[in-house]
């Protein structure tokens, strides 16, 4: 990759790769285990659920508790993140 900043295909051949390696790395987090956050931005409490077994089921996790939480509480009180499980991090 060039360093000339004149150089725009080279600075679109470095952003493809790294595209490329975002891809490639998120595409092998998928298969490993993650965890549903939860925020109640009202009451000001934060939920973990999990670990699952993979993302697509902690998404499917929070679709759930989203859709549960929606029917008796005011929209945007409650914000869910999926995000990968990552042994011995702890949250203060």
Sequence with gaps: MSTDPRDLAGHLRGLRLLQEEVVATL??????????VCRDVVR??????????????ALVAADAVSRSFRA???????????VPFVPGVSVP
């Design 72 to 82: 008796t509480h005011r929209p945007g009180s409650l914000v869910c993140r999926v």
């Design 44 to 57: 000001r409490r934060t939920t973990f659920l999990g670990p699952f077994d993979d993302g697509l089921r």
């Design 27 to 36: 595409v092998a987090e998928i298969d490993q285990p993650h965890v549903v």
